[in-house]
């Protein structure tokens, strides 16, 4: 994990969307069951990181209720492994520099839509912080970490 964004990194945008409770979002990807995440995404050309992050909402959570708490302080970067690059990076992509949001759900669990788009998940729940390093690809618990650090005020 790096900070800054260096430029074999894709521009990337990560949600942590909290609940009341202070629970946070995680999804279940439907290409790789059991691997749990909280939503993420790609920023578009001509897209502001703030921007990407209320499309990607939309989009992977199927819904618009939340209200954006803040901004990461900086680019967190993951690499990914060799053998799970997608294809579409054609190498270009050694991993992702992601910055991250906190957003206070505003909604109810019935305004969560997870099939109103690609269909990013399988499935969803609401989990304690702490729950959720177990259950994410390894790769990734560093960022994790890093947020949930960031974060921390938030979610405790």
Known sequence: ??????????????????????????????????????????????????????????????????????ESARWICYEVPEERRPRYWKG???????????????????DIDIHAHDKEFASWRWIGAHELSALIVPFKRAVYDAVFEEFSDLIS
């Not at 790096?2 to 990337?12: K, Q, T």
């Open 92 to 110: 270009r992509w050694r991993g992702q520099a992601q910055k991250w949001f906190a957003l206070a759900f505003t909604g109810s669990d019935a």
């Open 1 to 70: 994990m790096m900070s800054g964004r260096p430029e074999e990194y894709r521009r990337n945008v990560g949600l942590m969307l909290i609940a009341p409770d202070r629970r946070v979002f995680v999804g279940c990807r439907t290409n790789q069951p059991d691997a749990w995440q909280m939503p993420q995404g790609g920023i578009d050309d001509g897209e502001s990181a703030i921007e990407a992050a209320c499309r990607e909402l939309h989009e992977e959570v199927g819904t618009t209720k939340a209200l954006v708490l803040r």
